[in-house]
């Protein structure tokens, strides 16, 4: 690889990408380049964020950035826990040492030993021991888990491998779903399977595959406090989660999941981090509880409201270093297709810390940030790298930002809820179509019924929903069929389109069970349901048919997204559609406009009908729904 360089804190450092690479046994560095020394003992050229090995793994060379430091000691298995004085470099910011005469095949765990009295982990290490939470792993998810030190040292410490068994990729060659055809599949690795681990989730792949869905979207599963979590508290950013298996099983699942034609997105948290971090340790005041005005990275206060942990400084050129390097480390190392960013609106230094309408209003530097990120990931990977943002800001700065390709998370949960509840009044669903965001065309806004925040819609038609007569919503069998239908509609309007997990077949326990982040029972047997698999192949059919069939790419979108009939009308190149549902609880009659005479074809049973005027009066059925082609789809 290339060494690049990038200016930080008046002095030039070396941006490499972590514990992997590898510098030539002479010293003179994979990426060459030049380290002007003015005092102290500069990096060896070449020399890498972490640890750097050398002499076919034998050697490494150790390297962190902790300016204003007195001093920063390396201690391990190879010396004992005895600590080894680290060189400073001339600009005071980093220390470095390197260690010969180590076994490549065998595992080590080390810290660093900060001003005689702080001991962190790696920040940049792939793998981490935990004394506190290791224990709760078993061997069927991370079989010859490397013991903690235990009597020798206290807190996390880093694992570093010379010579670990490789990967050997099966799949080189995979191309990504065009961003208009993408219906993501969002999943939480703990709550999908029992089993909660890579090799179960790969063996399980069917599943997705005969629903459609061509991207799956990972909750976080780089290293976060314990192991029960949504992994939004992460410490560790270079590091996979072992709770849910080993680096290779991620690289497997990945793997198998370009083999099926499916991207895979990492959900990345990079707008704050928690306590366990090295990085928050590094500069913490323990008197308030709070990071140092001195931190190279992290705010003292957050700057924004919902924020969790500590709010990282994305205006510091130390955090913009740091994240460009997890961003290329994922996208280099497991070879995945995108990120959606979590919090993506926190990433300004305005300080709007309680108004939440100041927040969310167009922020210049914001969208600067984002710019800049999106123009380094694009420079790692031009090959339509998805990046996607939870950033929920003003339709103006969500517009520029899609300009740039940035593709933006557009939530529709209530609104949809509202309508498979059949309480018309509320159901308004404008903000499904992109032309309501002032976009122009529909390729970068992912719409979704259902995310890992949001109430699960079959819950609430089960214990809020209309009813009128022997109609009720709260019925099962009413529920899932009126789920069918928003489906039939979501899945319809052009754009890339969500999917969470179970929501094909109306998994109806509540987000707050057991707690809103406490793990939830996957309810397998629920496909055993007629009721319930006859939604997952009503999804399935419209999965299929979105992907397949262009006029549900077309930006000529008309559309009526209020009342009880609801339609939209798509005219493409030789096939026109026009989709239409009564989301009432009462029959109702309502025009429509068919985007043209002739014969159309009913997806949904298969029959035809004959459209004399485009502007036609239908009378529905409570949840009784259309999808009219001018010819059959695929």
Same mark, same amino acid.
């Given at each position: 690889?290339?060494?690049?360089?990038?200016?930080?804190? @008046?002095?030039?450092?070396?941006?490499?990408?972590?514990?992997?690479? @590898?510098?030539?046994?002479?010293?003179?560095?994979?990426?060459?380049?030049?380290?002007?020394?003015?005092?102290?003992?500069?990096?060896?050229?070449?020399?890498?964020?972490?640890?750097?090995?050398?002499?076919?793994?034998?050697?490494?060379?150790?390297?962190?950035?902790?300016?204003?430091?007195?001093?920063?000691?390396?201690?391990?298995?190879?010396?004992?826990?005895?600590?080894?004085?680290?060189?400073?470099?001339?600009?005071?910011?980093?220390?470095?040492?390197?260690?010969?005469?180590?076994?490549?095949?065998?595992? %080590?765990?080390?810290?660093?030993?900060?001003?005689?009295?702080?001991?962190?982990?790696?920040?940049?290490?792939?793998?981490?021991?935990?004394?506190?939470?290791?224990?709760?792993?078993?061997?069927?998810?991370?079989?010859?888990?490397?013991?903690?030190?235990?009597?020798?040292?206290?807190?996390?410490?880093?694992? &570093?491998?010379?010579?670990?068994?490789?990967?050997?990729?099966?799949?080189?060659?995979?191309?990504?779903?065009?961003?208009?055809?993408?219906?993501?599949?969002?999943?939480?690795?703990?709550?999908?399977?029992?089993?909660?681990?890579?090799?179960?989730?790969?063996?399980?792949?069917?599943?997705?595959?005969?629903?459609?869905?061509?991207?799956?979207?990972?909750?976080?599963?780089?290293?976060?406090?314990?192991?029960?979590?949504?992994?939004?508290?992460?410490?560790?950013?270079?590091?996979?989660?072992?709770?849910?298996?080993?680096?290779?099983?991620?690289?497997?699942? $990945?793997?198998?999941?370009?083999?099926?034609?499916?991207?895979?997105? &990492?959900?990345?948290?990079?707008?704050?981090?928690?306590?366990?971090?090295?990085?928050?340790?590094?500069?913490?005041?323990?008197?308030?509880?709070?990071?140092?005005? @001195?931190?190279?990275?992290?705010?003292?206060?957050?700057?924004?409201?919902?924020?969790?942990?500590?709010d990282f400084n994305h205006e510091s050129a130390?955090?913009?270093?740091?994240?460009?390097?997890?961003?290329?480390?994922?996208?280099?190392?497991?070879?995945?297709?995108?990120?959606?960013?979590?919090?993506?609106?926190?990433?300004?230094?305005?300080?709007?810390?309680?108004?939440?309408?100041?927040?969310?209003?167009?922020?210049?530097?914001?969208?600067?940030?984002?710019?800049?990120?999106?123009?380094?990931?694009?420079?790692?990977?031009?090959?339509?790298?998805?990046?996607? &943002?939870?950033?929920?800001?003003?339709?103006?700065?969500?517009?520029?930002?899609?300009?740039?390709?940035?593709?933006?998370?557009?939530?529709?949960?209530?609104?949809?809820?509202?309508?498979?509840?059949?309480?018309?009044?509320?159901?308004?669903?404008?903000?499904?179509?992109?032309?309501?965001?002032?976009?122009?065309?529909?390729?970068? &806004?992912?719409?979704?019924?259902?995310?890992?925040?949001?109430?699960?819609?079959?819950?609430?038609?089960?214990?809020?929903?209309?009813?009128?007569?022997? %109609?009720?919503?709260?019925?099962?069998?009413?529920?899932?069929?009126?789920?069918?239908?928003?489906?039939?509609?979501?899945? @319809?309007?052009?754009?890339?389109?969500?999917?969470?997990?179970?929501?094909?077949?109306?998994?109806?326990?509540?987000?707050?069970?057991?707690?809103?982040?406490?793990?939830?029972?996957?309810?397998?047997?629920?496909?055993?349901?007629?009721?319930?698999?006859?939604?997952?192949?009503?999804?399935?059919?419209?999965?299929?048919?979105?992907?397949?069939?262009?006029?549900?790419?077309?930006?000529?979108?008309?559309?009526?997204?209020?009342?009880? $009939?609801?339609?939209?009308?798509?005219?493409?190149?030789?096939?026109?559609?026009?989709?239409?549902?009564?989301?009432?609880?009462?029959?109702?009659?309502?025009?429509?406009?068919?985007?043209?005479?002739?014969?159309?074809?009913d997806y949904v049973s298969g029959t035809s009908?004959?459209?004399?005027?485009?502007?036609?009066?239908?009378?529905?059925?409570?949840?009784?729904?259309? $999808?009219?082609?001018?010819?059959?789809?695929?």
């Amino acid at each position: 690889m290339k060494i690049k360089y990038f200016i930080l804190a @008046s002095a030039i450092v070396i941006a490499g990408l972590g514990c992997k690479k @590898s510098v030539s046994d002479d010293g003179t560095g994979t990426g060459g380049g030049t380290v002007v020394v003015a005092n102290g003992k500069a990096l060896p050229a070449g020399a890498v964020d972490g640890v750097t090995y050398l002499n076919s793994g034998t050697s490494a060379i150790f390297n962190i950035y902790a300016p204003n430091k007195t001093s920063v000691s390396l201690i391990g298995e190879f010396n004992n826990w005895q600590p080894t004085t680290m060189n400073q470099t001339p600009d005071g910011t980093r220390w470095w040492v390197q260690i010969d005469n180590l076994d490549a095949s065998k595992e %080590y765990a080390y810290q660093y030993y900060v001003d005689n009295k702080l001991k962190v982990a790696d920040p940049y290490t792939e793998k981490i021991l935990d004394p506190d939470n290791d224990k709760y792993i078993g061997a069927d998810v991370y079989p010859n888990l490397k013991a903690y030190p235990t009597g020798s040292t206290t807190g996390i410490v880093s694992v &570093l491998q010379g010579a670990p068994t490789a990967y050997s990729w099966k799949n080189t060659t995979f191309t990504r779903p065009d961003k208009k055809r993408l219906v993501i599949y969002e999943l939480h690795v703990r709550d999908f399977l029992a089993a909660h681990n890579y090799k179960a989730l790969k063996d399980t792949l069917n599943y997705l595959t005969n629903l459609g869905i061509n991207a799956v979207e990972l909750m976080p599963v780089n290293e976060f406090e314990g192991n029960d979590s949504w992994g939004y508290n992460p410490d560790f950013y270079f590091a996979a989660d072992k709770y849910y298996g080993t680096k290779n099983d991620l690289k497997a699942f $990945i793997d198998e999941c370009h083999s099926r034609g499916m991207a895979v997105i &990492l959900d990345m948290v990079l707008n704050h981090s928690f306590g366990s971090s090295p990085m928050v340790q590094l500069y913490f005041d323990q008197t308030t509880q709070k990071p140092l005005a @001195s931190s190279p990275w992290f705010n003292v206060d957050a700057t924004h409201p919902y924020n969790v942990g500590y709010d990282f400084n994305h205006e510091s050129a130390a955090t913009k270093y740091f994240a460009k390097n997890v961003m290329k480390f994922w996208m280099t190392e497991y070879k995945i297709d995108g990120y959606r960013f979590d919090l993506a609106k926190g990433f300004t230094q305005k300080n709007n810390p309680t108004d939440v309408n100041a927040w969310s209003a167009y922020d210049a530097s914001r969208v600067a940030i984002w710019k800049d990120y999106n123009n380094y990931i694009k420079s790692v990977d031009a090959n339509n790298f998805y990046v996607i &943002l939870e950033n929920f800001a003003s339709d103006q700065e969500e517009r520029e930002e899609s300009a740039e390709g940035m593709m933006q998370w557009n939530n529709l949960n209530y609104a949809y809820n509202e309508a498979t509840m059949g309480w018309v009044s509320t159901s308004d669903l404008t903000r499904s179509f992109f032309a309501s965001h002032t976009f122009t065309a529909p390729d970068n &806004l992912v719409t979704y019924m259902e995310s890992h925040d949001e109430e699960r819609l079959m819950f609430k038609n089960e214990n809020y929903g209309n009813a009128s007569g022997s %109609y009720s919503v709260k019925t099962m069998a009413t529920g899932l069929k009126r789920q069918e239908m928003a489906a039939a509609f979501f899945l @319809s309007i052009p754009g890339p389109k969500m999917i969470w997990e179970f929501g094909e077949r109306g998994y109806d326990i509540s987000i707050d069970n057991g707690g809103r982040l406490s793990d939830k029972p996957a309810h397998w047997e629920y496909m055993a349901d007629p009721l319930r698999k006859a939604l997952y192949t009503a999804y399935s059919k419209f999965v299929k048919m979105k992907i397949k069939n262009d006029v549900f790419n077309t930006s000529a979108v008309q559309y009526v997204a209020t009342g009880s $009939i609801k339609s939209m009308s798509l005219t493409g190149t030789g096939t026109n559609v026009l989709v239409v549902g009564n989301f009432d609880v009462v029959p109702a009659t309502g025009a429509v406009t068919f985007p043209s005479t002739g014969t159309y074809y009913d997806y949904v049973s298969g029959t035809s009908i004959t459209v004399a005027t485009a502007l036609t009066s239908l009378t529905l059925q409570p949840g009784e729904y259309h $999808i009219y082609s001018s010819a059959r789809l695929n």
